[in-house]
Nanobody, 128 residues
Framework: QVQLAESGGGSVQAGGSLRLSCEVS????????MGWFRQAPGKEREGVAG???????SYADSVKGRFIIYKDNTKNILYLQMNSLKPDDTDMYYC??????????????????????WGQGTKVTVAS
């Protein structure tokens, strides 16, 4: 059974940084596509950043140059380094994993619909 557990959320001032972590267990396939998504109440879940097992990455335009996605394969932990945070980044953040697919699908419209395994989310609040 695949399990994902996010952590690292919190409250910061605008311009600050946070690093989110997503610990993955139970995924046995060497190939995968993983993503960070975020969702505000009443809104669709949107892709923030994706990474595949080849190390290819994708980013939403709104976070390019500010967020970095990377994975520690020795610990099986996915990270999202978030810098220069803005109040608009306030959301619940989720990680997800799925089999091989183009990593750009993570940040495509309705990209979340392609993912079946999710964590419980971690809350990020950015104060102005």
């Amino acid at each position: 059974q695949v399990q994902l557990a996010e952590s690292g959320g919190g409250s910061v001032q605008a311009g600050g940084s946070l690093r989110l972590s997503c610990e993955v267990s139970g995924w046995t396939d060497q190939s995968y596509c993983m993503g960070w998504f975020r969702q505000a109440p009443g809104k669709e879940r949107e892709g923030v950043a994706g990474i595949d097992s080849n190390g290819m990455t994708s980013y939403a335009d709104s976070v390019k140059g500010r967020f970095i996605i990377y994975k520690d394969n020795t610990k099986n932990i996915l990270y999202l380094q978030m810098n220069s945070l803005k109040p608009d980044d306030t959301d619940m953040y989720y990680c997800a994993i799925e089999g091989v697919r183009p990593v750009r699908m993570v940040v495509a419209v309705n990209g979340a619909n392609d993912f079946g395994d999710w964590g419980q989310g971690t809350k990020v609040t950015v104060a102005s």
